[in-house]
């Protein structure tokens, strides 16, 4: 497989708004099997990494995840490259090129793997996500019993049972909207966080089909904002200006101490 044909098998999983060019090293590297230049929009690939093409693809397609996600931010990327908006790209792009036939999910391969899986998902993740669940319960009855008693529920909270409130007032939020604990307990309280009952539905409805934390949150969870690169610049200016300003008080500050 050469660099055109990668460039090919990525533009067929998902179309590009800007062009981009894939590079093969012809090198080996121990640090990275792949990079991508936002500036050049360049996917570089150290091709000498791999013994076998689908591997290769996984990397040419995160590294492709890179590229959409720079594109969706008018052609640049803040610092942190590897965000919940970047996983999410890369997640649905890697569900794609399954589909598309470009990529073939590795975890599939191995039937000792799978039956870990179930074995996770049946003795942890559900039973863990039961437990939360129960507990919520158990703290409603809790509150009411501590109302009837004319004691501060947050007291009880804090100096009986000594878990942060969050938590518990997470685990009662899970119980009152009723959460699948199928998804275990981490995902619930991400769906749990949801105010809306029908964003809180479709966030739920699609973890328990297979889409990832970070896609929900993304695409279901948080509102979609449009990102206007003029806008999102005026905001950083705005942003650094307070800052200097901020530090030249806090200069002047110590420069008076000195003198003093």
Not at 95 to 110: H, P
Not at 218 to 230: E, F, M, N
Request: aromatic residues 6%.
């Amino acid at each position: 497989m050469n660099q055109d044909r990668v460039k090919e098998l990525l533009l067929s999983v998902e179309d590009a708004p800007m062009d981009f060019s894939v590079v093969f090293s012809g090198k080996q590297s121990k640090k990275v099997n792949g990079l991508y230049k936002p500036d050049t929009r360049e996917i570089l690939i150290h091709n000498r990494n791999f013994k076998e093409d689908n591997m290769l693809m996984y990397t040419a397609v995160h590294e492709y995840a890179h590229h959409l996600h720079c594109c969706s931010r008018g052609g640049k990327l803040s610092a942190r490259a590897h965000s919940a908006e970047f996983w999410s790209i890369l997640h649905g792009l890697l569900q794609k090129a399954e589909d598309e036939g470009v990529y073939k999910n590795v975890f599939a391969d191995s039937p000792e793997l799978e039956s870990l899986t179930e074995t996770i998902r049946k003795k942890c993740l559900y039973e863990n996500g039961s437990l939360v669940k129960e507990l919520g319960k158990l703290l409603m009855e809790a509150n009411t019993l501590c109302t009837g008693i004319g004691a501060r529920f947050e007291d009880y909270i804090d100096r009986v049972l000594r878990i942060p409130r969050v938590a518990a007032r997470t685990a009662m939020k899970i119980y009152q909207y009723n959460v699948n604990p199928s998804m275990g307990a981490d995902n619930m309280k991400i769906v749990a966080g949801i105010g809306n009952d029908e964003t809180r539905t479709a966030a739920e409805g699609a973890l328990l089909s297979g889409k990832s934390p970070d896609e929900v949150k993304v695409q279901i969870a948080r509102r979609p904002v449009q990102d206007d690169p003029k806008e999102r610049l005026e905001k950083e200016k705005l942003r650094l200006e307070r800052t200097i300003q901020t530090l030249t008080k806090r200069l002047e500050e110590v420069e008076r101490e000195l003198e003093d």
